[in-house]
């Protein structure tokens, strides 16, 4: 059997995984991307990944001796499903790691933007020690609106009660007696829209919620709201964001995430192929990412909410309960 895991950028992370899946057992360790190191990867039969490698039909197609890929992750977007079962390949991600992690850093954003830090930051820088237009407003009181009610959604109503914030949410699927449990009321969208003073989004990035934040929404959301989204950039449309943010309908944003994010982490991508006129839309949406990521009252991380020491270990862990488990014929965590 041959296994390897790609995007091996840190050495205590490879370390860690050798211990455990050590290369006398055929494991081997890769920094590069799938697409990078593919000539070296064709014998496999397990593979493990990260979001950057790509993992679609024409690619799988290089990989002729592939049974399993595991994925570090929660979401799934980077990989080919409907072509990976088509060859008889399994798929298992991980389901939950950094609920309460995710959950600290969309408050961490939240803060930045109720006390106006990269405001004073960029001031301080200029040493301008003068606190006008610096204002903020206490999280108390406020109407924090969640999307989602899955296990980082909790997370970030736990911490909405705690700071005495008056917590709505949306779910297709409701759970009144967590609400119960939890204090807050589950609403309509639409009616959580009109009433959030802070918004925030936990839901996966599916076709019924792509641009679930678009043009329709900010017409509905309440005038002066702020927005954060550390779950997938493509639940806010860029456009209806640019927009909203100059009529002063939204007064800041936090992302973690971008739509087409891609582009930013590897802008080499934008001298190639400008020729398509899917290529020239997402050019184009980056170019308008790179405008939001000056903006004063927009607080930009690059895709680092999971980013702990300990939601690492645990995705680690439960990585290699996915391989072994496989290799043993009994996969868990497997992505339908």
Do not use: C
């Amino acid at each position: 059997m041959k296994a390897a895991f790609v995007e091996m950028e840190e050495e205590w992370q490879k370390a860690y995984l050798q211990n455990e899946l050590p290369e006398k057992d055929g494991f081997s360790y890769f920094q590069g991307t799938v697409e990078e190191s593919l000539e070296a990867l064709r014998e496999m039969e397990v593979l493990s990944v990260f979001i950057k490698s790509k993992v679609y039909r024409s690619l799988l197609a290089g990989l002729p001796k592939l049974r399993f890929i595991a994925t570090r992750s929660t979401g799934f977007e980077h990989i080919d499903l409907e072509a990976a079962r088509e060859r008889g390949i399994v798929v298992s991600n991980v389901p939950a790691y950094g609920e309460n992690t995710v959950a600290e850093h969309a408050f961490a954003l939240i803060l930045s933007l109720s006390r106006n830090l990269r405001k004073a930051y960029l001031r301080t820088l200029q040493n301008n020690f003068s606190i006008d237009n610096l204002m903020g407003f206490d999280l108390k009181g406020k109407t924090l609106g969640v999307v989602g009610t899955g296990h980082i959604g909790v997370h970030v109503i736990r911490i909405g009660v705690a700071f005495g914030m008056k917590v709505i949410a949306s779910d297709a699927k409701e759970q009144r007696i967590l609400s119960e449990a939890l204090n807050f009321d589950y609403v309509s969208f639409e009616e959580l829209l009109k009433r959030s003073d802070i918004l925030t989004l936990h839901v996966p990035f599916l076709p019924g919620t792509r641009h679930l934040i678009g043009k329709k929404a900010i017409r509905i959301i309440k005038k002066g709201a702020i927005l954060i989204n550390t779950a997938r950039g493509g639940l806010v449309d860029t456009d209806a964001l640019v927009e909203a943010l100059d009529k002063g309908i939204l007064s800041g944003a936090g992302l973690d995430v971008l739509e087409e994010e891609e582009f930013i982490l590897e802008e080499k991508r934008l001298l190639e192929g400008t020729e398509n006129e899917e290529h020239w839309k997402k050019l184009q949406t980056t170019l308008k990412n790179h405008v939001l990521l000056h903006r004063e009252n927009v607080v930009y991380t690059p895709h680092m909410a999971f980013y702990s020491r300990e939601a690492v270990q645990r995705i680690l862990d439960t990585t290699i309960e996915n391989i072994r488990a496989f290799l043993s014929r009994k996969p868990v965590n497997q992505v339908k």
